[in-house]
């Protein structure tokens, strides 16, 4: 019997994100990693919601890729991935999409914090506190996508995140997990907290700190 191939679950995945407009015109890019340590990634460019098998290509421990076929290119973000992937041994996915939320959410704040409201949705991320103060790290977006690598790499080496996912300005979310099925969870939690945070600023109620 041949091993469950986790491309499966990247392609299921991305359809749903895509359906979602989180991943339009080939923008973000989803991957999970093998036993060895490798990870297959989705390769650049591609349209988001019909992936296909040959649609990933694989990136060794070591860096060096291993491409299905010669016509395809790693995502132009695989160096986040693999930062993750470094910097979190437990986690088996990354998942990255484009939210018109998160992108507002990501200009309610100038500094390099988002405080998360107290949402109940926390506990997804198994946040259990009686007082939430949870922050969701923001990183600038630049144009070198191994720039925006490093300063992951340096920020969260002094301070560890408070939960597995972390905010490009202007551009996306990252999660990371011990699952494909938790990555994907993570997407749809920390999207709804920012379409939430989007919200509650257009009511006037004060029932989230950016009010
Ligand atoms: C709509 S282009 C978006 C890209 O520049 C990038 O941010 C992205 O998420 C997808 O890049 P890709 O190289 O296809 O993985
Ligand atoms: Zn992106």
């Given at each position: 019997?041949?091993?469950?191939?986790?491309?499966?679950e990247l392609i299921?995945?991305?359809?749903?994100?895509?359906?979602q407009g989180w991943?339009?015109?080939?923008?973000?890019?989803?991957?999970?990693?093998?036993?060895?340590?490798?990870?297959?990634?989705?390769?650049?460019?591609?349209?988001?919601g019909n992936l296909?098998?040959?649609?990933?290509?694989?990136?060794?421990?070591?860096?060096?890729?291993?491409?299905?076929?010669?016509?395809?290119?790693?995502?132009?973000?695989?160096?986040?991935?693999?930062?993750?992937?470094?910097?979190?041994?437990?986690?088996?996915?990354?998942?990255?999409?484009?939210?018109?939320?998160?992108?507002?959410?990501?200009?309610?704040?100038?500094?390099?914090?988002?405080?998360?409201?107290?949402?109940?949705?926390?506990?997804?991320?198994?946040?259990?506190?009686?007082?939430?103060?949870?922050?969701?790290?923001?990183?600038?977006?630049?144009?070198?996508?191994?720039?925006?690598?490093?300063?992951?790499?340096?920020?969260?080496?002094?301070?560890?995140?408070?939960?597995?996912?972390?905010?490009?300005?202007?551009?996306?979310?990252?999660?990371?997990?011990?699952?494909?099925?938790?990555?994907?969870?993570?997407?749809?939690?920390?999207?709804?907290?920012?379409?939430?945070?989007?919200?509650?600023?257009?009511?006037?109620?004060?029932?989230?700190?950016?009010?």
């Open positions: 019997m041949s091993a469950f191939d986790s491309r499966l299921a995945a991305a359809e749903y994100f895509y359906k991943m339009v015109g080939t923008a973000g890019n989803l991957s999970a990693r093998l036993p060895d340590g490798s990870f297959w990634i989705t390769a650049s460019g591609k349209s988001k296909n098998l040959t649609d990933f290509v694989k990136i060794t421990p070591d860096g060096a890729v291993e491409f299905p076929s010669n016509d395809l290119k790693p995502s132009a973000e695989t160096a986040i991935h693999q930062t993750i992937y470094k910097l979190f041994p437990e986690a088996q996915a990354c998942y990255h999409v484009h939210s018109i939320e998160a992108n507002l959410v990501s200009r309610f704040v100038e500094g390099d914090t988002l405080l998360l409201p107290p949402l109940e949705m926390l506990k997804g991320f198994n946040i259990w506190q009686e007082n939430l103060n949870i922050t969701l790290s923001i990183f600038p977006n630049h144009l070198d996508v191994s720039k925006i690598a490093i300063e992951i790499e340096d920020r969260f080496q002094i301070v560890p995140p408070q939960i597995p996912a972390l905010l490009i300005r202007d551009h996306g979310v990252t999660v990371w997990a011990d699952s494909t099925e938790k990555a994907r969870n993570f997407i749809e939690l920390i999207e709804y907290i920012f379409r939430y945070i989007v919200a509650a600023s257009q009511t006037g109620v004060k029932i989230n700190p950016y009010v």
